[in-house]
């Protein structure tokens, strides 16, 4: 199938042609003729599956039908990073065209997002939170709306951003084309999904078990003081551009200062990072300045690097559907790719988890640092356990006194927490 058969207008047809792209990936065949017909759709597809094209290219081509200086378009997306991602691709594929796209997201000034959807935006990509805050201070009309896109629905679940998305939905107009994009179907999404569409059509691409095909896949099994070895020699072994996965910002940090320790340059993009230090990591790692960007998961939820050759697991994930999203992010629409994963001794059942996924083994590889310590790392508290507590409680006969009297949730058991737990909200 080529584009022109999808009943693209001439200057989107152009505009795909500047990209470089062939032919319609399966979803923008599968979701094009659809959404020209202005029919609600539910996509089931991950990043990498040239989605963005599939949503963005009729709708360039429906507003373009018509001129009005509101909103027409809103794309809402779970992090900063994709949408400006987003951004990019409306500007590309709309080059030739009269329309104005915009991204509102948090971690930034306001001042320049309220500037330009002053001047008038045709199409509005946005974050749940500033979204509603410019709602709020009543900068965002939605009265015109037309075409409303929830992308990545299942992470903005996980995000915890449903009640947001509830106010947004609230404010838009009942009568609008809503498409729904998931790379999973939980039951919060699917009952959310029959609220806000209309007779939706179904898309399935590469769902999420399936990961991408054309990836190679390995996996190293080592002590966790030996990845930073690992690490670095295969770094040093001529990659183009490594994505490199921790499960924590603080974990991320290290593994930046152990690479420049070993004079390989590398940048970390994280939650903790302003959004400028995000942004630069970002840029310099696509401009190939630097050939190592450390990532958390979320921050690097969909970066999208067309020719990123590596993926790195320096820690598995403790979510095995995680695993399948990192990979992604190589061998991205129909690229060769390579993902290697570290996998220490407490990260053996991540490592089942992820195989019982995807269904498959994936090949181990030898290194000068096998798998020598076969047991559980010990946690140490950093305040005294509480078993210490209780026994100093009981030498003193208080034991009872001290269960009944102590407030449910105590500071340090906060504090103690395991920083995965509360990595998966907020990297
Ligand atoms: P997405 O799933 O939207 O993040 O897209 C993943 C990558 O595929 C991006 O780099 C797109 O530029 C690229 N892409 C999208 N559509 C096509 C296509 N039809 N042919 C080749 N690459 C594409």
């Known amino acids: 199938m080529t584009f022109e058969q999808l009943q693209l207008s001439q200057p989107l047809l152009n505009a795909i042609r500047h990209q470089g792209y062939i032919e319609p990936t399966p979803i923008q065949q599968q979701a094009i003729p659809h959404l ?25 081509q429906l507003l373009s039908q018509s001129r009005a200086k509101q909103v ?13 991602q987003i951004l990019e691709c409306f500007q590309s594929y709309g080059e030739n065209l009269p329309l104005r796209a915009a991204a509102i997201f948090g971690g930034v000034g306001q001042e320049p997002q309220v ?14 939170g500033r979204l509603c805050d410019l709602m709020q201070q009543g900068y965002v009309k939605l009265d015109r709306l037309e075409i409303f896109v929830l992308d990545e629905a299942d992470r903005m679940l996980d995000m915890g951003f449903l009640r947001d998305v509830k106010k947004v939905l609230a404010a838009l107009p009942k009568q609008r084309q809503t498409l729904l994009f998931s790379a999973t179907m939980p039951r919060e999404i699917e009952s959310l999904a029959r609220t806000m569409l209309h007779e939706p059509v179904t898309v399935k691409v590469n769902p999420v078990t399936d990961t991408a095909t054309a990836v190679q896949q390995s996996v190293y099994l080592i002590d966790k003081k030996n990845k930073k070895y690992l690490l670095q020699e295969i770094l040093k072994r001529g990659i183009t551009s490594a994505l490199v996965f921790t ?16 004079g390989i340059e590398a940048m970390a993009i994280h939650g903790n990072k302003s959004q400028t230090a995000r942004q630069t990591a970002l840029s310099s790692f696509k401009s190939g300045k630097i050939k190592v960007l450390v990532a958390t998961d979320i921050a690097a939820r969909g970066i999208d690097v067309p020719e990123l050759s590596h993926v790195i697991n320096y820690e598995l994930p403790n979510e095995p559907e995680t695993y399948i999203h990192r ?8 690229l060769g790719g390579i993902a290697i994963s570290f996998c220490d001794y407490d990260e053996l059942d991540y490592l089942k988890d992820i195989e019982k996924l995807i269904g498959k083994t994936i090949p181990r590889e030898t290194s000068k640092w096998p798998m020598e310590i076969l047991q559980k790392t010990v946690k140490q508290p950093r305040t005294a356990p509480s078993s210490v507590r209780r026994r100093t409680a009981a030498a003193s006969g208080e034991v009872h006194a001290a269960k009944r009297s102590a407030p449910r949730r105590q500071p340090s058991v906060v504090k103690s927490r395991p920083v995965e737990k509360r990595q998966r909200r907020r990297p």
């Not at 990979?327 to 129909?334: P, S």
Request: charged residues 20%.
């Open 36 to 60: 020209l017909e202005k029919q609600d759709l539910i996509g089931c597809a991950q990043t990498g599956t040239g989605k963005t094209a599939a949503f963005a290219l009729p709708i360039l």
């Open 247 to 262: 499960r924590t910002k603080y974990g991320a940090n290290d593994v930046v200062k152990d690479l420049a320790k070993a």
């Open 327 to 334: 990979v992604g992010r190589t061998g991205r629409a129909g």
């Open 115 to 128: 500037t330009a959807l002053q001047r008038g935006v045709d199409v509005l990509i946005a974050t749940p």
């Open 72 to 84: 027409r378009a809103l794309i809402l997306t779970p992090t900063r990073e994709l949408a400006i």
